[in-house]
């Protein structure tokens, strides 16, 4: 069975900040990706990271990054110098390679406020 | 750039009532799926389809819900009596190979009263 696990429910920042979001997965395969999802007020879901589970490299694109932790079994998601349009949903997903799992196995999201 | 369309954004019907959920998925992709988000909570995995087939489906997929590829565009969620707990955000993605990044729509807010 696949598991993920986002414990922080809401986190409130002022603009500026940085701010962590965690994730940690659960899953008896070898081969797996992970997935950061953003769902804006608007309601779409929109892509943002994928990564497999034989690259650990840290990831970054502007002022979003990916700490990808094997060890730990941790995809975390770091937004510098926030901004109010960053704020959002944000949703870690897993997808395994066992079997036939071709589909995404959510958390339950971490709603980010980033206020002025 | 290409994306998931879906139709209609909104439906109200009432219980009992047939429904049915469309969909074009990106057109070079193979894979596709249809998720429900009810409100306030996460999304939750309800078929994956590929080669004119399902392929996996979960719990919630019960006999209520089908599935369709009429054409080589449309992608079309069925659910033959809708219930009161059906009321969810459906979202339809796809991808290009089982294990890429799955693109969603935009979703269809389904109301059941």
């Known amino acids: 069975a696949q598991k993920v696990t986002q414990a922080q429910t809401e986190i409130s920042v002022v603009e500026k900040e940085d701010v962590t979001l965690d994730c940690v997965y659960e899953?008896?395969?070898?081969?797996?990706?992970l997935f950061w999802y953003k769902q804006p007020p608007s309601g779409e879901l929109v892509f943002l990271i994928r990564?497999?589970?034989?690259?650990?490299q840290n990831e970054i694109s502007g002022r979003y990054s990916w700490n990808f932790q094997k060890s730990t079994s941790s995809f975390n998601f770091t937004i510098t110098a926030s901004q109010v349009v960053d704020s959002a949903v944000y949703f870690c997903?897993?997808?395994?390679?066992?079997?036939?799992?071709?589909?995404?196995?959510f958390g339950k999201g971490t709603l980010l406020t980033v206020n002025p | 750039e290409p994306e998931v369309t879906q139709t209609p954004s909104h439906q109200v019907t009432q219980m009992g009532q047939e429904v049915i959920l469309r969909c074009v998925p990106i057109?070079?992709?193979?894979?596709f799926y249809w998720y429900r988000q009810i409100l306030g909570q996460k999304v939750e995995f309800l078929v994956s389809?590929?080669?004119?087939?399902?392929?996996?489906k979960s719990e919630i997929f019960d006999d209520q819900f089908s599935v369709e590829r009429p054409d080589g565009s449309n992608f079309t969620l069925k659910i033959r009596s809708t219930k009161l707990e059906d009321s969810a955000m459906y979202f339809c993605?796809?991808?290009?190979?089982?294990?890429?990044?799955?693109?969603f729509g935009p979703g269809t807010r389904l109301t059941v009263t």
């Open positions: 993605a796809s991808s290009v190979d089982r294990a890429y990044e799955q693109y």
């Open positions: 899953t008896r395969d070898t081969t797996y990706y």
């Open positions: 990564r497999n589970s034989f690259d650990e």
């Open positions: 997903a897993l997808s395994a390679l066992g079997g036939s799992n071709y589909k995404l196995t």
């Open positions: 057109s070079n992709h193979l894979y």
């Open positions: 389809f590929y080669n004119n087939e399902i392929s996996e």
